[in-house]
């Protein structure tokens, strides 16, 4: 068994010396002769004989994709501008694929403090993204293609809600897509909760020594400062309502976020006894 590769083609043959000789004499003939009809017009061109006996088994693995020869014998890089150099994948010799030139997608992630963000491109191909940065989805888009990122899972832990900027698109040239953005804003939780036996005027509350909130009436009431995850409210009196004097007392006014609205915050008030 030879393996002999001859003007840009690769070809494999079994006892065959006059098929090599023939093939040597013709081969400038047949150096642009495209990849699939090869094989026919060699056997056309050659002369008749060339294909016949039992000594002779001959076939076609793959055009090089990097040497065809040109006419004037110099080398011709790329004769199949789709190709992707030195590239074939295939199960065996009998069935070569060709890997077509593509692009990357990427870009970057900003505000990510969860676990758990997944990315996926056109909806095959997942990524996990595990902090800031840039990323790149690991597979290449075929130069035909466009691309759509999306997000697959969003974090938690804290839960945040991403989005995406330039999710889309498809190069007009192949270049790799770099601009993606990822943006991960951290959840906001507000809080508040309900003020009972208001009668007087005046009554201030505030949340963690700021953030001053007057209540003219009784009903429910929401600070209008938001706090993220894990973070401490602590809702205290500043100013007692007065005209007239009223007592006060606040139940539930201190905790921790815990990823949902604080609604559950009671301000009881009486009127004081002369």
Not at 24 to 44: K, M
Not at 48 to 67: A, K, S
Not at 120 to 131: C, H, P, T, V, W
């Amino acid at each position: 068994m030879g393996a002999k590769q001859w003007s840009g083609f690769h070809t494999q043959f079994t006892n065959g010396p006059r098929f090599t000789s023939r093939l040597s004499r013709c081969g400038r003939r047949l150096a642009a002769i495209p990849t699939i009809i090869f094989l026919t017009l060699a056997l056309t061109v050659c002369g008749p004989g060339l294909g016949t006996g039992d000594d002779l088994g001959v076939f076609l693995l793959l055009q090089n994709p990097t040497e065809s020869m040109s006419n004037d014998g110099a080398a011709d890089p790329y004769p199949n501008p789709a190709m992707n150099p030195g590239e074939v994948h295939g199960s065996g010799e009998s069935d070569p694929v060709y890997s077509v030139r593509g692009y990357t997608v990427g870009g970057t992630v900003n505000g990510l403090v969860g676990t758990g963000l997944v990315l996926q491109n056109n909806e095959e191909i997942d990524l996990a993204i595990e902090s800031n940065g840039s990323f790149v989805f690991p597979e290449e888009v075929p130069s035909e293609r466009a691309y759509h990122v999306t997000v697959k899972n969003q974090p938690e832990n804290p839960p945040q809600s991403c989005y995406i900027t330039n999710p889309s698109g498809k190069p007009q040239k192949k270049v790799n897509v770099t601009h993606v953005r990822v943006i991960c804003p951290a959840d906001e939780f507000t809080v508040g909760g309900r003020v009972r036996g208001l009668i007087g005027e005046g009554l201030i509350i505030q949340n963690n020594n700021g953030d001053d909130l007057h209540i003219t009436a009784n009903g429910d009431f929401t600070f209008e400062t938001p706090l993220g995850h894990g973070e401490d409210y602590n809702v205290t009196v500043l100013a007692q309502p007065e005209g007239p004097d009223q007592y006060y007392r606040v139940w539930r006014g201190s905790g921790t976020i815990d990823s949902a609205n604080v609604t559950e915050i009671k301000v009881r008030c009486w009127r004081r006894r002369r």
